[in-house]
């Protein structure tokens, strides 16, 4: 079975664009999870979606959204890039996004915002 | 607010070391506690979960403890390999979901 894959692997766009990451869980999970790591930190929660409910978000500005569709899949948009959302974006998918379940990442998105 | 932290920021040492990295948290309510792995670049690879009521897990070279009520865990490599290079990522989950809270990472360097 596919883990968790996500698309683009790379993105380069300029400040004040907007950005759409997709990410597609394992088959049979159906919640997704989307954490922001900027370089040399740890990762940082933004979103999580279950049954295309949001069921949480992190402290991040109202430029940031995401949505998942019936098939459990996920995109994270950003509106109005700054530098400083130059980051990796990592997908998590788990079953169903109750406490204490593992959470299977994916590889990332990795943005550069000039 | 749950805070997580990872002591040292970066460590490097010879091929062959015992070592040991440090994570602390300020909220001892938590569901669990996961030490992942992160080769440069790359995704989040989970190598040791911990539940809350468990005070110890191992994997092979890798032994993770849990000591809830002070707010700590550690991570002990035993005879490191040059394999072992990579950032170490200390993350606890909250009762409230699952949504987790990660530290600043470790970013080991083994030496052949």
């Known amino acids: 079975d596919a883990g968790v894959t996500q698309s683009p692997t790379h993105l380069i766009k300029t400040r004040g664009q907007h950005v759409t990451l997709r990410c597609s869980p394992i088959?049979?999970?159906?919640?997704v999870s989307w954490y922001q790591q900027v370089l040399g930190q740890g990762p940082q929660f933004i979103f999580q979606?279950?049954?295309?409910?949001?069921?949480g978000r992190g402290n991040f500005p109202d430029r940031f959204s995401a949505r998942q569709f019936p098939n459990y899949s996920s995109e994270l948009n950003v509106n109005a890039l700054l530098l400083g959302d130059s980051a990796l974006y990592l997908c998590?998918?788990?079953?169903?996004?109750?406490?204490?379940?593992?959470?299977?990442f994916g590889p990332g998105t990795r943005l550069l915002v000039l | 607010k749950q805070e997580v932290t990872q002591i040292p920021a970066a460590l490097s040492v010879p091929e062959g070391e015992n070592l040991v990295l440090n994570c602390s948290f300020t909220?001892?309510?938590?569901?669990?506690l996961q030490w992942f792995r992160q080769d440069p670049g790359k995704g989040l690879t989970s190598l040791l979960l911990?539940?809350?009521?468990?005070r110890e897990q191992t994997s092979g070279r890798l032994n993770a403890s849990l000591d809830k009520s002070s707010g700590r865990s550690t991570l002990y490599i035993a005879a490191s390999q040059p394999g072992d290079s990579a950032t170490y990522l200390c993350?606890?989950?909250?009762?409230?979901?699952?949504?987790?809270?990660f530290g600043g990472g470790t970013r080991l360097m083994v030496k052949p």
């Open positions: 998590a998918s788990s079953l169903g996004g109750g406490a204490g379940e593992t959470q299977y």
């Open positions: 088959s049979g999970h159906k919640s």
């Open positions: 979606y279950y049954e295309k409910e949001e069921r």
């Open positions: 909220d001892s309510a938590i569901y669990n």
């Open positions: 911990i539940q809350s009521s468990q």
């Open positions: 993350a606890v989950e909250g009762n409230a979901g699952n949504m987790l809270t």
